[in-house]
Structure formats: C-alpha cells, structure tokens
C-alpha cells in the first residue's frame, strides 16, 4: 500500500492542498479526482467500498470518469487514499479544473486512434474474408488468406479492442461484471477459436466478426466520450476566464505573482480587457462585464468599495485597483464550477437502481449465451455463433446509459442559460408538481427600491431635498434608505436614528429633519397608485417633500408566472409586507392567491397546508428569509445574482436577474423527463426482442454487433438532443429591469 | 492466382503505413477540433 502511495506525496504539502482542494467544516476538505479505468456502476462500487473506512464521501461520476472524494484531511493524507485507489488498478489523478478538459481531449485522441486502426486494419480483414463467403478457395490460398486475417485482425483486437478487453476481464477477476464483460467474453472467444483454427486448417474463422465487434463498439463508445467532452467544455470556459497571474501592488511597485499565491487583503490590479483573478473590494469606480457569472450581457458599473468577483472583466479604459477578499476555491466563480460539477456528478437514487438492475441483467446475459451454446451444442459452429450473438447484442449500455447521459446533458443545457441545477432529482419531480409559491421581495422584486415621484411642497427645490434626504438616510442599509442614497454621496446627519415603522430622525445644521412614512392621501396623491410608498421628509414639523417609492420588479415576472399557469400550476404569492403592497404586486404579475404579512414560520404553514391537501408544492425565494420555506417545500428554486450565489439555496439556483430562467427549467425538465421515457422503452423492447433472436440462433455476430453499438448510441445521441432546440429565449440575452409605474 | 503471394503482403505494408499516417496526424492534433471549421468565417482569401 504505502509503495503505491508515494508518487503522490507530494499532493499532502499544505500549499498544495490548499490549491487542489476545498476546505469544508472541521478538519474535512474535498478533492476532485479523474480516475482512468472507471466505466461502470461497477468500479463505482468497487471504490466506494475500499474508501469507506477512509472516506467521508465519494462521489463518482461514470460519464466524465471522475471522482469528489471528502476526507478528514487532518488525520488522513491524501496520498493514502489515492493510493488505495491506485490499488484497485485505477489510475487516480487529482484535478485542477482545467485538466479535466484536457483529459477529455486526451481521451478523445485515443478513441479517435483506435476507431482508425480499427477502421483500415478492420476493412481488410473483411476484404479477405469475403472470399470464403463465395464457395470453397483452394487450401493453399485459404493458408494465406487466414492468417493474413489474422495479422490484419490482431493490431484491431488488442489494440483498438483492448479497452474493452481489459474493462471487462478485470471485473471478472474481482469476481464483478460491468457492461463490457459479455462483449470481452465474445471477443476473445471469437479471436482465440479463429487463430486455433488457423493453425490447425480447420472449420471456420470470425476475424470479420472480431472486427466488425470492435469497429462498431468503439465508434458508440467515442460518441458517449464525445458529451462528456461538451459538458468538460463548458467547466473550461467557466474557468478559462480566470488567469493565472495577478498584478500585485506593494510597496515597490507592482510584480506579477501566481494567483494561488495572492492573499486576502492584498492589492491587486487589473489591465482593460482582463478578468478579475479574485474576488475583491474595489478601490476605483469600474464598469466590468459579468456575463459569465450571471449571464448579464450589460457592463455593470460598480463604485468604489463595492465587491467584484474573480472572472468579470475590466471594460473600463484604466487598469483597476481592487483588495483581495476571496481567493482560490472560495471565489464565487470557483464556487458556481463547483455546483456545476456537483450536478453533473449526483446520481438520483432512481439512477443507481436502474445501475443495480443493468447489473444483474449482464449476468443473466452470460447465463443466456451458455445456455444458447448448450442448446445447440449439436452443431459447435452454430453454437458459438448463437452463443456470440447473445453476449454480444444484447445491450445493458442503453439501460445504464439512459439516465445518467439525459441529465448530464440537462445539467449543462441549464448552466448554458444561467440555471444551475445543485441536484439532478429535481429535473425528475419537476413534473408532478401542484403548486408554486413564490416570495415577493427579493423573489418577485429585487431587493431595492428607487424614487419614482417627487412632491416639493416649500421653498426648497427637488435636488435639495433630495439631498437632506439622503444626509438623512446616508449609512442606513434599508431597501427604503438606499433609494434614497443610491446616487448621492453627501455627508451623514447628525444623530440618525432609525425607529422602526416610524421612520428617520436626524440632525442638519441643528435642525430637527425626518423621514416619515405617510398615507397617500395625504401626499396628495389622490389616484391611490396601490404600487406607491408615500414618505414625507420634513423639517422641524413642517413639510418640505412628499417621495413615492416603488419597489423595482425583476424582469420577466409575468411572463414567468404566466408559464407557470400554462404547466398547470397553482402560483401563489407569499410576503411578509403589508396587504397593499402585496396585494399590488400580486394583482400585476397575475397572481390572485396572495398571502400577505407573513412571517417564515407563517410562510412554511402554508407550505404545509397545501402538501395536507395531497399538493406537491415548489418554493422559489431568495435565500434571505424564507430558508424554512424553501427547505419545507418539495422542490425549491433559489435566486442569486453575482455575489449572493453563496446565501442561496434550492435545489436549483437561478443565476440571472430574470426569472424566466423558470420557464427554462420546466421546459428543460419536461424534456429531460421524456427523453429518459424514450431512452428507457428503447432499451428495454430492444433486448427484449433482440436475445431471443439471439438465442434461436438467427443473428450472425456481426449484425449483434452493430445492434448493440447502435442502440447504445442511440440512447446517448436521443440524450444530447437536449443540448439543442427547445426555448427561443435565452437568460443571457439582456433584460431590462421592469419598474411598475 | 500466385499473384496473391505478392499483393496480399503489399496491402498489409500498405494499411500499416495508413494506420501510421492517420495516428501521427491524430498525435499532432488535427482531429482535435472538427467543428470549429465549420463556423469560422472564410477569413483568409
């Protein structure tokens, strides 16, 4: 054990944990392995029981062959456990994100080899071969033409064919079978009885077949790598954006240093057209492109002292300063890569039985295969050929390929629209749904406010009372105070004083000023405009203004609701603020069940209520304060934008200010739902036509072959049709936030 | 007939140098992106 730990000592140095993992609570950190050799629910076992007295959690994903493994990584080293790893003949590499692409592409070179070998060698090997189909060759050229069969067919089996070969024999050495053992079984069965035939010139060869077996497999199995290496790219740009050398500012100057080594509280500065190497606090005014993170396609401008994330990008014509707050895998670009990756690695537990089931069909495939050998045993020719047909076309692939490919593809469909999905389950539930109920501030609106009018009502004018006003309200951090202060810098009031429900009271110039709220027939604002929120700013008692505030509505909410209502679905507003305010709101996106003034426990009662009454409710908030309530709901749906991502919570994230990004996650998992229906009756009419046949004897092997090839590619292929199509509307495309007056 | 003596060794010498071509091709890249092409502008006339 402790030889095959060695060469990865070098990963339990500090500083190289420290870049290859994530701390999480009490000592734990997180590492993300590819692990070669991993094909089947099978390995995934196999690891899973090595690590278990040593690993806190494994989570293995088949499709990408890759691996987040959390220990205790003060008791443990982590060479020890890839040790062990490497010890079950899997070959562990540790991770840095951009790797795992270049491992995609790695492999995809080796498919394309082998699929080329096996292509030209294949053909020729078919070519001679096609002479014994015609009649009897004389002895003498069938000498020839065998064994330069055997020749052409022997770089096809042990090169091109030698992973499933391998995949396959080792299983069954750990008294285990994964997928590709029937298919192992056949060919070296078909390979071995040709070359013993060869020598002893007699009855009949299968190189074509061992070929034809080969050429065919790996053509599928390129194509399965091929959405592995989609799903790898989008990972990469994620990441691409984020450099590899920062522009430190000391006392001597500025020096460029490895990102990995920037520290939180160092100053770090960013050329135009950069991206941002940490997350940080600005120290000059900026405007930045965050499309990435939040799929924003506007610049953004921020002021000074506002937070910038690692991977947005410096539009401005001046290199911007910024201290570093966040680095490494605590940024919120490494964070949302995370998530990604996570989903894409969730196997929903309808998933691993589907696994467990392929798992004992393979077996009852090699029973099948003897027993087709047995029946006709009369005739050995026919036996072997009844016998290599049953292992080889029936297809376990498309049973085990069926959901994990349709999610995978899912997965990154909703990323591509800022939709991350942190658990694949949900795509599943999505469909079985009564209600929705949606938070109003922060879910249907955005957490901030804005002066919409302006009643002047003494001497002064509007910019000045403007101006007391937010003296008044500087340094509160209040929805209503940063309407107030949100483009003004000015210098605070003296002794201000926030009561609640009362409103501000402060000092100017030794006067007596506050903010009060104030009916709106009071402001004179006989309209009633149910969306408005009248406050008066007054000096000593007098009245000098009247300000009506609205709160600002993310975009795309009626729209959002509106789709919601066309899946069938009961929406529901619930808010704490008052009835008016709620009622408006509800009354604008087209929301009739409003419940207003409530608290989170009152919010979670509903919630309960309606899964009384047999309802399966989803929950879409903010994260801020309806915590009970997404985490009572059946299915929930968190909102965050840019640096808020952290706070959220759900079972999916919305990334985007718009909440159409809803829409896009029915839509998708309605998709996603039918095509895991489709993939799953292909597979199972396929094999429960295709072994009998089979077992009657009346599939030559290499029509078994291209049946099996050709179902497991077309389950993968119906998969990545989710990759394409579907909604015209894409979350990036930019929005414009909707104000209601 | 006895041609076949000759040929059939010459079609071998034949796909190994293929085979060769194609892998030294793949090891040098020039499958790594098919799909780029097909969207790039025709820029370089």
């Not at chain 1, 003498?140 to 770089?155: C, F, I, K, N, S």
Request: charged letters at 20%; proline letters at 4%; one cysteine or more.
């Amino acid at each position: 054990m402790s030889d095959l730990a060695a060469p990865f000592t070098v990963f339990d140095a500090p500083e190289v944990l420290a870049q290859i993992s994530t701390p999480l609570a009490a000592g734990q950190r997180e590492v993300l392995l590819r692990v070669e050799g991993m094909h089947c629910g099978a390995c995934v076992r196999r690891m899973e029981n090595a690590l278990r007295d040593v690993a806190l959690q494994v989570r293995a994903d088949v499709p990408s062959a890759s691996c987040e493994l959390r220990w205790q990584a003060d008791r443990l080293p982590l060479s020890s456990l890839l040790g062990r790893i490497k010890a079950l003949g899997f070959e562990p590499t540790v991770l840095p994100d951009d790797e795992r692409y270049h491992q995609a592409r790695m492999q995809r070179r080796a498919a394309l080899k082998r699929i080329g070998v096996a292509l030209l060698f294949g053909m020729q090997v078919m070519m001679l071969a096609s002479a014994e189909y015609f009649g009897e060759v004389d002895p003498a050229y069938r000498t020839l033409l065998r064994h330069a069969q055997w020749l052409l067919a022997t770089p096809v089996f042990l090169y091109a064919g030698w992973p499933f070969i391998f995949d396959g024999f080792r299983a069954l050495l750990a008294r285990s079978v994964t997928m590709d053992t029937p298919v192992a079984i056949a060919m070296v069965a078909a390979y071995g009885l040709s070359a013993w035939n060869t020598v002893a010139a007699q009855g009949h060869v299968y190189f074509d077949s061992v070929a034809m077996f080969v050429l065919l497999l790996s053509i599928a199995r390129f194509w399965q790598q091929k959405g592995q290496l989609l799903a790898a790219d989008r990972l990469r740009r994620l990441l691409s954006n984020q450099p590899l050398l920062a522009k430190r500012v000391t006392d001597d100057g500025i020096e460029p240093v490895p990102v990995s080594q920037l520290l939180v509280g160092q100053r770090v500065l960013v050329a135009p057209g950069e991206a941002v190497p940490a997350d940080g606090r600005l120290c000059d005014a900026a405007e930045l492109d965050e499309s990435l993170l939040t799929g924003e396609a506007l610049p953004q401008s921020r002021r000074p002292g506002e937070s910038v994330l690692a991977g947005s990008v410096n539009l401005g014509m001046r290199p911007l300063e910024l201290e570093v707050t966040m680095v490494g895998a605590q940024t919120v670009l490494s964070q949302i890569a995370r998530l990604v990756q996570r989903a894409q690695m969730e196997r929903p537990a309808f998933d691993t039985a589907v696994e467990r089931v392929a798992r004992h069909f393979v077996w009852l495939v090699l029973v099948l295969a003897g027993l087709a050998g047995f029946i006709w045993r009369a005739d050995p020719e026919q036996a072997l050929e009844a016998a290599l047909a049953v292992l080889v076309v029936t297809c376990p692939c498309a049973l085990s390929l069926a959901v994990p490919t349709s999610l995978a593809a899912a997965v990154t469909r909703l990323a591509r629209q800022s939709v991350l999905l942190v658990r694949t389950d949900l795509l599943l539930h999505l469909g079985r749904l009564s209600d929705v109920c949606l938070d109003k501030t922060g879910t249907l609106t955005t957490r901030g406010m804005r002066i919409a009018r302006v009643r002047v009502c003494a001497e002064l004018d509007e910019a000045q009372c403007r101006k007391l006003a937010a003296r008044l309200e500087s340094g509160l951090n209040h929805p209503i105070a940063r309407a107030f202060t949100a483009d003004q810098t000015v210098a605070p009031a003296d002794e201000i004083e926030l009561r609640l429900g009362q409103g501000v009271f402060g000092f100017i110039e030794a006067q007596a000023h506050a903010i009060t709220p104030v009916p709106a027939a009071q402001a004179g604002d006989q309209g009633g405009d149910p969306f408005l929120r009248w406050f008066a700013l007054s000096r000593a008692g007098h009245t000098l203004a009247y300000f009506g505030l609205v709160e600002e509505l993310r975009a795309g909410v009626r729209q959002a609701v509106q789709g919601l209502r066309e899946n069938g679905l009961n929406v529901h507003l619930l808010s704490g603020d008052s009835t008016t305010a709620a009622r408006a709101v509800g009354a604008y996106v087209g929301i009739d069940q409003v419940h207003a003034a409530q608290s989170p426990q009152d919010k979670l009662a509903i919630v309960r209520r309606l899964q009384a009454e047999g309802g399966r409710v989803m929950a879409v908030g903010d994260g801020v304060n309806d915590g009970p309530l997404l985490a009572g709901a059946d299915a929930s749906v968190g909102i965050a934008s840019g640096a808020a991502l952290t706070q959220a919570h759900g079972e999916a994230i919305l990334m985007t200010d718009d909440l159409r990004g809803l829409g896009c996650l029915f839509e998708v998992g309605r998709r996603t739902r039918r095509i895991i229906a489709q993939n799953f009756a292909w597979a199972l009419s396929y094999n429960f036509i295709m072994v009998p046949l089979a077992f009657m004897g009346w599939i030559t092997p290499w029509l078994a072959a291209l049946g099996m090839g050709g179902s497991s590619l077309l389950v993968t292929l119906n998969a990545l049709r989710l990759l394409r199509g579907g909604s015209s509307y894409h979350c990036s495309e930019a929005t414009n936030p909707e104000a209601v007056t | 007939m006895s041609s076949l003596y000759l040929l059939i060794p010459l079609s071998l010498l034949l796909v190994v140098l293929a085979a060769g071509f194609f892998v030294s091709a793949i090891n040098r890249g020039q499958f790594d992106d098919l799909e780029r092409f097909e969207k790039r502008m025709p820029d370089d006339f």
